[in-house]
């Protein structure tokens, strides 16, 4: 058998098990939070989200809900020149994001089993 036979069975195959572990990893809705900004997102995500008086003043001055919350969450980028990751007991990060053309500031006070949104502040 010559090579590009060889090349021609190997990218085939490859081909199938890739659209087999695509579909798979779809079906299980696995996501892959590896990145620190990602594993800091999602920790912050997962825990019971606790919104102080402040930022309920500041979403609501906005015309903003949990939702772009929520968003920025998903989406936004962690700061962490500017965040204090080893406050004890509750780590405190800035999240930037932008949300529908506005840029808007999360401070987030994480702790062992609540997420506090402390301050939020739109530009």
């Given at each position: 058998?010559?090579?590009?036979k060889?090349i021609?069975?190997?990218?085939?195959?490859?081909?199938i098990?890739?659209?087999?572990?695509a579909?798979?990893?779809?079906?299980?809705?696995?996501?892959?939070?590896y990145?620190?900004d990602?594993?800091?997102?999602?920790?912050i995500?997962?825990?019971?989200?606790?919104?102080?008086?402040?930022?309920q003043?500041a979403?609501?001055?906005n015309?903003?809900?949990?939702?772009?919350i929520?968003?920025?969450?998903?989406?936004?980028?962690?700061?962490f020149s500017?965040?204090n990751?080893?406050?004890?007991?509750?780590a405190?990060?800035?999240?930037?994001g932008?949300?529908?053309n506005?840029?808007?500031n999360l401070?987030v006070a994480r702790c062992?089993s609540?997420?506090?949104i402390?301050?939020v502040?739109?530009k």
């Open positions: 058998m010559n090579w590009l060889r021609g069975y190997y990218l085939i195959g490859f081909s098990g890739a659209i087999a572990v579909f798979f990893w779809k079906q299980k809705k696995v996501s892959f939070d990145g620190m990602a594993r800091t997102l999602k920790t995500r997962i825990r019971q989200k606790i919104y102080s008086q402040e930022a003043v979403l609501a001055k015309n903003l809900d949990t939702i772009a929520n968003y920025l969450l998903r989406n936004g980028d962690v700061n500017k965040s990751q080893h406050e004890k007991p509750c405190k990060y800035l999240i930037e932008t949300y529908k506005k840029a808007i401070w062992d609540t997420s506090t402390e301050k502040f739109i």
